[in-house]
Nanobody, 127 residues
Framework: QVQLVESGGRLVQAGGSLRLSCAASGRTVSSYAMGWFRQAPGKERDFVAVISWSGSIAYYADSVKGRFTISRDNAKNTVYLQMNSLKPEDTAVYYC????????????????????WGQGTQVTVSS
């Protein structure tokens, strides 16, 4: 079993930056694809970004491309999401997810691809 705990969410003004962290425990996730999703009130959980186990491959949702960067530190069993130029529409609960194996383009953008999920961290961007 893998436990995931997100942190770093808070209230921030539009144009600001945040870095979210996702700490894994229970098992090393160095061979896992790690993803970030977000869910706004009344909406479905949407893909944000995913990174391969090696960190060499990353995919992003079009809405965050060029503003968000996903990275990982396998020595710390932690994945990060650096969010810059934040907009009010980025307001959501952000979730970390994990799946053993590669980050397959396409499939890794779906919630059903992942085996483990964190509880989420709230990000609120004020205008």
């Amino acid at each position: 079993q893998v436990q995931l705990v997100e942190s770093g969410g808070r209230l921030v003004q539009a144009g600001g930056s945040l870095r979210l962290s996702c700490a894994a425990s229970g098992r090393t996730v160095s061979s896992y694809a790690m993803g970030w999703f977000r869910q706004a009130p009344g909406k479905e959980r949407d893909f944000v970004a995913v990174i391969s186990w090696s960190g060499s491959i990353a995919y992003y949702a079009d809405s965050v491309k060029g503003r968000f960067t996903i990275s990982r530190d396998n020595a710390k069993n932690t994945v990060y999401l650096q969010m810059n130029s934040l907009k009010p529409e980025d307001t959501a609960v952000y979730y970390c997810a994990a799946r053993s194996g590669e980050a397959q383009s396409g499939a890794a953008t779906t919630t059903s691809y992942y085996d483990y999920w964190g509880q989420g961290t709230q990000v609120t961007v004020s205008s």
